[in-house]
């Protein structure tokens, strides 16, 4: 089985248009309280592609900062619905050093906020809550709730240090590439966008819904 290949876009790329191929697709909302300038279009068409069934799923994803309430709040405000087919995913990074300490407490709240938004947990796990995370930045996330993950290693497959077996078990999906060229033979990206691309860790489109906690009852 192929994995689900599925892009990563913001205003840093051009708004999402019908070259799209891919059944799932992840779109920025929000970095802290920065409200990226291409949301609300590309919003808009995927929610078109998801009821027409061109896609099978969505990830709405928000770059942590320390003011998490903010962050969640602008995340919830630009969506303006709950989407069953809809996934928040939580990206947290260092930011080459802008972040260096444990933020574990705020980090678990936003995504615990966002899990209560989604709605009733599954399992003692956050509904429809995902998070980013290189496990390099472990450090910054010390303490990490039972929720998948789409790890970023660029041309190779992520390499696991001591104490992030967790993230191991819980990788959903991996990004290997950012467009320039770490693909190996898969794409950079779709048609001529270049961007962040995620291979689904083994999963079919279907599959892929399962782990992140789309059309669980």
Known sequence: MTDILFADISEWQPVLDDSYPYRWLSIRSNDGTYRDRHFQENWTIARSWLDSGRLRGLIVYCVYRSNWRDVMT????????????????????SWGGQIRTDNSDSINRLVWGLGDWRGPHIDGRPRRVIGYLNPNDARIWRVRPPIGFVIPSYGALPRF?????????????????NGDGYGHGLPEGYGTVRCDMNAANGRDPEQLRIATGVGVP
Do not use: C, F, W
């Open 74 to 93: 602008t995340h919830i405000e630009m969506q303006g619905e709950n989407r069953p087919d809809v996934v928040s995913m939580v990206d947290v990074e």
């Open 161 to 177: 240090p001591a104490g992030t077996d967790d993230l191991r078990r819980q990788m959903i999906a991996h990004q290997y590439t």
